[in-house]
């Protein structure tokens, strides 16, 4: 044995490393991290900050109509201006009722799709997977066209029938249209939220459903009890991002608002933020931005927390 190797066998497991190999193991995970903070603080953080920034101010206009503008401090008054206006409230509340219906509606679908695919008696289970995936490949803006002209009156084969059958409903008239984009959010993310689902279904012990089946457990029983408990985290992250997705709700009013005077520039929050940056009162918009982001963040927040303790 030579000198070295017997030192190495005599120095203690508790013996410090050297302050470079410290630093590496240090930062090693930083470089993992990094690829998903750095686009994080850039595209999320650094934005909001300058939303905040830009919502605790506003612009005066000195010299009448065409004199010099200057942005001066305001503080929360552009919240208040925001939180008194019965529009972006309306907004607020109509995607919280439409966010209600929608996404139990959604993830019950992608779940059922999912355990569908997921059973032993399914074939061709690619082809499916495909199919179930690609309106979620399809663009929004194009998917909603597309929507829009099978509810419009003049064009869709769809009113057609529902007349045919005695039925007077106007997908685009104003009892109707939230719902008729509900079904164009519900067709496009279906799939997306099937894959996620689908997948944690594969992480599903192949032991623990040999025994559910030795102990005579039909397919539905093991879906229910012991498919459906497993892949829960994956139910609850379907859950926070179709929560986001909702309070986020802008394509789709925004297409249909072309043809139906049913939608209006303050249909949604963020419809109504971007109608207000577009009249050029940047501060009003940021501060709907803000609490929008305050919103998102507290129901998702809330999502989580329910459904820990509901776990536990």
Do not use: C
């Amino acid at each position: 044995m030579t000198a070295e190797v017997a030192a190495a066998g005599r120095r203690s497991p508790t013996t410090p490393v050297s302050g470079t190999h410290a630093r590496r193991r240090t930062l090693a995970p930083l470089g993992f991290l990094a690829p998903f903070f750095v686009p994080f603080v850039l595209f999320t953080l650094i934005p909001v900050g300058y939303a905040f920034w830009q919502s605790l101010h506003r612009t005066e206009r000195t010299g009448g109509t065409f004199g010099r503008t200057r942005t001066v401090f305001a503080g929360f008054e552009q919240y208040a201006v925001v939180l008194q206006d019965t529009s972006f409230t309306t907004g607020i509340l109509r995607v919280l009722a439409f966010g209600l219906v929608q996404i139990p509606v959604m993830l019950l679908l992608a779940l059922t799709l999912a355990l569908l695919l997921d059973s032993a008696v399914t074939r061709l289970k690619r082809f499916f997977r495909v199919v179930f995936f690609v309106p979620y490949g399809i663009p929004g803006v194009v998917a909603a066209l597309m929507w829009a002209f099978l509810y419009d009156p003049r064009l869709s084969p769809v009113v057609d029938l529902l007349r045919s059958a005695g039925s007077d409903l106007d997908p685009l008239g104003p009892g109707a249209i939230l719902w008729s984009i509900g079904n164009i959010v519900t067709w496009t993310y279906t799939g997306y939220n099937m894959l996620i689902i689908y997948a944690a279904l594969q992480t599903v012990p192949a032991d623990v459903l040999d025994a559910a089946r030795a102990d005579g457990a039909g397919a539905l029983t093991t879906a229910l009890r012991i498919k459906i408990p497993i892949i829960r985290p994956a139910l609850v992250l379907t859950g926070v991002f179709s929560i986001i997705g909702t309070l986020q709700l802008f394509t789709e009013p925004q297409v249909l608002r072309a043809i139906s005077t049913s939608v209006t520039s303050t249909y949604t929050p963020n419809l109504a933020a971007y109608s207000a940056a577009a009249a050029d009162n940047y501060a009003e918009a940021a501060a709907m931005s803000v609490l929008l982001a305050g919103a998102t963040f507290l129901l998702s927040l809330g999502f989580l927390t329910f459904t820990r303790r509901k776990n536990t």
